[in-house]
């Protein structure tokens, strides 16, 4: 007798019976979110966070004593084969356009996926939802645990029987006050970036403390495990501490390049800097059959000192 075929995609209500939790302080439920797909929520001690199927798609992080940390666009798709614009899309397995294809989606194929809920539970303190794909030649599983900070983790194991190239960026946009109003990212001087403004021309970050003025698109390379952003109108720091991410890129479209966006509004690119986090060009992994490879993001909200 052939096995019924299990559809990959179950429905919000067929996964709250399944993993739905709520133990007061620390709850995990499942809904239809916007565009009627699946949305993991999370809470924890009065923080929340939502993460949907469709992507393992991290679309907000709002800490008990902090207003929302991700920026999510008011035009944002939520549909099949469309990546959402805000929260933490999953660049992988490669970033930006892929070399051997041209025609190759950007930013690789895990952002658009449906993915499926693996399992959740109490994990370090926080309460945590395990995502998983298959992606070409990776099994891949994606945490996103929500405590006193956030952090999601991407792991993959190579399947198969040669080793592969993989790149990956959780491409993390961050809500501001005004990125022109003393937006400062700190903990990337001296590091090399390529400037993909100018075909990834390298240039030394000499500053101290990175400011916004102009569009600006940055691959920075072999940087250290954490960076700082200053935001003095919403009057706080948001710390960023990484585990098997060398590269950090620093996006914001400003103003002609949002223009030419369909799902970011002409006022919106003052609202966020994207500092993404993953291993990307010279920093990117050669995985051997049978290897794993981890990048970790965490990610706090804490008052700037007074
Ligand atoms: O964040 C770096 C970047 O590669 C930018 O060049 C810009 O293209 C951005 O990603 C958004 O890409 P997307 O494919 O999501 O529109």
């Known amino acids: 007798m052939s096995e019924a075929k299990t559809t990959t995609i179950s429905s919000a209500r067929d996964l ?3 993993f739905g939790f709520d133990e007061g302080e620390v709850s995990l439920h499942i809904d239809d979110g916007r565009g009627t797909l699946p949305r993991v929520v999370l809470g924890h001690d009065g923080a929340r966070a939502e993460v949907y199927l469709h992507g393992a798609h ?24 469309k990546a959402i614009r805000g929260g933490i899309p999953i660049c992988f397995p490669w970033f930006g356009s892929r070399a051997a294809d041209p025609y190759a989606p950007s930013h690789g194929l895990a952002r658009t996926k449906d993915w499926k809920l693996g399992g959740v539970g109490r994990v370090d303190g926080g309460v945590e939802a395990m995502f998983e794909t298959r992606i070409e030649k990776l099994d891949v599983r994606y945490r996103v645990n929500l405590g006193s900070t956030f952090r999601v ?5 190579n399947i198969g029987d040669e080793a592969t190239i993989v790149e990956t960026a959780m491409h993390s946009y961050f809500a501001v006050g005004d990125i022109r109003e003393g937006v400062a990212i700190e903990g990337l001087n001296g590091r ?8 990834r021309a390298r240039v030394v970050e000499e500053a101290e403390a990175l400011f916004f003025e102009a569009e600006t698109d940055r691959v920075y390379l072999d940087t250290a495990n954490r960076h700082v952003i200053i935001d003095p109108l919403y009057q706080r720091r948001l710390i960023v501490e990484t585990e098997g991410c060398p590269s950090t890129v620093v996006w914001n479209p400003w103003i002609e390049k949002t223009m030419r966006m369909g799902d970011v509004e002409d006022d919106e690119w003052p609202k966020f800097v994207c500092l993404e986090t993953g291993a990307i060009a010279d920093d990117e992994l050669s995985v ?9 993001t965490c990610i706090e909200a804490v008052d700037l000192e007074r």
């Open 16 to 18: 709250e019976s399944r």
């Open 288 to 296: 051997e059959p049978g290897g794993v490879c981890r990048f970790s």
């Open 192 to 199: 090399t970036y390529l400037d993909q403004l100018q075909g």
């Open 153 to 157: 983790t991407l792991e993959a194991t």
């Open 58 to 81: 991290v679309t907000a992080y709002e800490p008990a004593d902090q207003r929302e940390v991700l920026f999510i666009g008011r035009s944002a798709r939520y549909e099949p084969g």
